[in-house]
């Protein structure tokens, strides 16, 4: 079955950097796009990456624009977000996501992990 | 890029049915028809109810059914259920490259 596990999280100081992995397994991970989608606590949700299934394009909110980097191994089936100059609005839970078709709809999620961005 | 605009709270008994609101404009909900619903239980991730406007994938009761006019999508759950009860968040594509979620409904069933 689909499964995705998302790792990496935790609390962070402001401008420091954190890195969160999302281990995909149980379809063929090289054949679809994937997001990365947050939550800030007891608020709505905010869509923040995509990567191309092969990795050829990366496409981000304006939010995170210059400061978050998407990447995957295809060949470890992988999915990772490089998060770095952390603020405190970042503060959120994480969530890797399945596009389904292309269609940017998303047919399996993380259980998602919680980034806290304090001092 | 702004949210969708949802209301923030619905409600319904057994049996009945409810319609969820989604607006946006024409460069997000108007303009294409990748219109997505998700259902969020409390400590949950969402789960996909709705995409592409009208599609339910598959595990998802006939209960739920998408539409859309114009700038507005909505999400109608007929025959509520006690598990019905959560959050739903409306989605759409708004163009290169990018993706706008709603605000989000809360859902209680009486």
């Known amino acids: 079955q689909v499964q995705l596990v998302e790792s990496g999280g935790g609390v962070v100081q402001p401008g420091r950097s954190l890195r969160l992995s999302c281990a995909a397994s149980?379809?063929?991970?090289?054949?679809?796009?994937m997001h990365w989608v947050r939550q800030a606590p007891g608020k709505g949700l905010e869509w923040v990456a995509v990567?191309?299934?092969?990795?050829?394009?990366?496409y981000y909110a304006d939010s995170v624009k210059g400061r978050f980097t998407v990447s995957r191994d295809n060949s470890k089936s992988t999915l990772d977000l490089q998060m770095n100059s952390l603020r405190v609005e970042d503060t959120a839970i994480y969530y890797c996501?399945?596009?389904?078709?292309?269609?940017?709809?998303?047919?399996?999620w993380g259980q998602g992990t919680l980034i806290t961005v304090s001092s | 890029q702004s949210a969708l605009t949802q209301p923030p709270s619905a409600s319904g008994s057994p049996g009945q049915s409810v319609t969820f609101s989604c607006t946006g404009t024409?460069?997000?909900?108007?303009?294409?028809?990748?219109v997505s619903w998700y259902q969020q239980h409390p400590g949950k991730a969402p789960k996909l109810m709705i995409y592409?406007?009208?599609k339910r994938p598959s595990g998802v009761p006939d209960r739920f059914s998408g539409s859309k006019s114009g700038n507005t999508a909505s999400l109608t759950v007929s025959g509520l259920q006690a598990e019905d009860e959560g959050d739903y968040y409306c989605?759409?594509?708004?163009?290169?490259?990018?993706?706008?979620f709603g605000g989000g409904t809360k859902l209680t069933v009486l």
């Open positions: 149980g379809f063929s991970f090289n054949s679809y796009g």
């Open positions: 996501a399945r596009d389904q078709s292309g269609a940017w709809a998303f047919d399996y």
């Open positions: 024409s460069s997000d909900v108007g303009g294409y028809n990748s």
């Open positions: 592409d406007v009208t």
């Open positions: 989605s759409s594509y708004a163009g290169s490259n990018n993706l706008v």
């Open positions: 990567i191309y299934y092969d990795g050829s394009n990366k």
